[in-house]
């Protein structure tokens, strides 16, 4: 490895599958949350944020969220982040 490369964070973008995305509110108004940012730290550990638009529509802010812990959204993260690891390995 070469030691000059010095990764901070590796990333992912996900869809939330339509039977797994939620509703949260931001400043009263309501937002889907449709997908996920998967980021891989330096320590190997993953940290992760939800994004969404306004349930209402328009061009509104797309804005983070925590993710809940639900297992279903684990499960999500990690195969995720198993898919991707196999997509960086295999890179031409």
Do not use: C
């Amino acid at each position: 490895m070469d030691e000059r490369v010095e990764l901070s964070a590796l990333a992912i973008n996900v869809a939330i599958p339509e039977d797994l995305r939620w509703r949260d509110t931001r400043r009263d108004e309501e937002f889907e949350l449709q997908s996920l940012t998967i980021r891989m730290l330096p320590d190997g550990s993953l940290a992760a944020k939800a994004y969404g638009r306004p349930v209402a529509g328009g061009r509104g802010a797309y804005v983070s969220f925590p993710v809940p812990d639900r297992p279903e959204i684990t499960a999500l993260i990690s195969a995720a982040a198993d898919e991707a690891s196999r997509r960086w390995a295999a890179h031409t």
